[in-house]
């Protein structure tokens, strides 16, 4: 699965870097910027992305 990025801001809310999402987000959350978007079909339900394909690895 492809992880999300947040970029980090310095004390002047200027970008000094990225880290993966899941790794930003803990007891001492670093200061940075971040964007979500849901999508919802007509009854109400979260879009899923497409999984691809399972093989058969024998």
Not at 22 to 45: I, K, R
Request: contains cysteine; aromatic residues 8%.
């Amino acid at each position: 699965m492809r992880q999300g990025h947040v970029i980090l801001l310095d004390e002047h809310d200027k970008p000094s870097g990225m880290l993966e999402k899941y790794t930003a987000h803990t007891l001492d959350t670093p200061l940075h910027l971040a964007f979500s978007c849901w999508l919802f079909n007509e009854p109400g339900q979260d879009y899923k992305s497409p999984q691809p394909a399972k093989t058969d690895a024998k």
